[in-house]
């Protein structure tokens, strides 16, 4: 596989479409507000709910999601708010994945 500095970004440029890791480590960045949601409001990796144009937090979680193997597993650090947040559907999108991802959520607040 061969990776490359990617300047539209991952959202809007998913280089590795057909990609399916065994392993996903993240530290994306937090509450983004300026990475171009509205533009992306019928992507199929956002298959647990559209995220909030003005926060990047769950495009991100679903991101990853989208792109692990049926028995993958992810860890990822999100700011504080990101597991409390019911703004613009933020819980709406938590709920789903607790609902319908097959596997153990951790959340700590450190």
């Given at each position: 596989m061969e ?10 440029h998913?280089?590795q479409?057909?990609?399916?890791a065994d ?6 960045p937090?509450?983004d507000?300026?990475?171009?949601g509205?533009r992306?409001?019928e992507?199929?990796r ?5 995220p909030p144009a003005?926060?990047?937090n769950f495009?991100w ?6 792109h ?7 860890g ?10 019911n703004?613009?559907g933020?819980g709406d999108i938590?709920?789903?994945l607790i ?7 951790i959340n700590?607040n450190?």
């Amino acid at each position: 596989m061969e990776f490359a500095w990617n300047n539209e970004g991952s959202f809007h440029h998913d280089a590795q479409k057909d990609l399916r890791a065994d392993y996903v480590l993240a530290n994306p960045p937090f509450n983004d507000s300026d990475w171009g949601g509205e533009r992306l409001r019928e992507d199929a990796r956002f298959a647990y709910g559209i995220p909030p144009a003005g926060n990047a937090n769950f495009a991100w979680v679903q991101h990853f999601i989208h792109h692990l193997a049926p028995t993958g597993m992810a860890g990822f650090v999100l700011a504080n708010g990101s597991m409390s947040s019911n703004q613009s559907g933020e819980g709406d999108i938590r709920q789903a994945l607790i609902d319908r991802v097959h596997g153990e959520f951790i959340n700590t607040n450190i």
